[in-house]
């Protein structure tokens, strides 16, 4: 009897394991579909970088001091992310959670000078709509700028439920998730500050 009982709690915890690889299969599709999105994105602004219309130019609009600290906050952002996963993988909670929280500013920190920048834009007179080299920056940076608030709300949403349910194999699994999409966003954005803001200055 005991013997089925524990053959039946072994099939249970298989299928539970199996279960959550499947949510973790299904979450690389979802980032190989972004990559294939960010891939258009990028072709579509490459082919347009020079398309002014009259209007200003990449070296015109880009505030090199603006960009650096964006790239500083996500870069550092990315590894306080690497440490909470480390903390994880040891069930040390109140560390992870402290990293976390960090990692959640630096967020905030790179969404407001984004913002920021944005705003500047479009009260210079260089808007969405000023030209195709315009639209395609705005679409570009705007879409990562885009997925990093989800991220922030991703993340804010998994931590309360870590306050609630504590760390669990389904809150293990999210939080690893969730650290797999903000590195896949620091590496989106290593490529927009080559292509656009780097080689914009130029």
């Known amino acids: 009897m005991d013997h089925v009982m524990t053959d039946g709690h072994g099939h249970a915890h298989d299928h539970h394991g199996d279960h959550e690889q499947i949510k973790i299969d299904g979450f690389w599709i979802f980032l190989v579909s972004d990559v294939l999105l960010f891939g258009s994105i ?12 009259g209007g200003p130019t990449a ?3 880009i505030d090199v001091r603006g960009f650096i600290i964006e790239t500083f906050l996500l870069l550092t952002s990315s590894f306080t992310s690497g440490l909470a996963t480390l903390e994880m993988h040891k ?8 990293w976390l929280i960090v990692t959640l500013l630096l967020g905030l920190g790179f969404i407001y000078f984004e913002v920021n920048e944005f705003t500047n834009l479009a009260l210079e007179g260089a808007s969405f709509t000023r030209s195709a080299f315009l639209s395609a920056f705005f679409t570009l940076v705007g879409t990562h700028g885009c997925h990093v608030s989800l991220g922030i709300i991703w993340m804010t949403g998994i931590l309360i439920q870590v306050g609630i349910h504590g760390l669990t194999a ?3 699994r999210k939080l690893f998730i969730v650290g797999l999409y903000w590195h896949f966003l620091d590496a989106v954005w290593i490529f927009i500050f080559t292509v656009v803001y780097l080689i914009g200055v130029m």
């Open 170 to 172: 389904v809150t293990r």
């Open 59 to 61: 070296k015109d609009i």
């Open 42 to 53: 990028f072709a579509t602004f490459v082919v347009l970088r020079t398309n002014y219309a």
């Open 91 to 98: 069930s040390r909670v109140k560390p992870m959670i402290a």
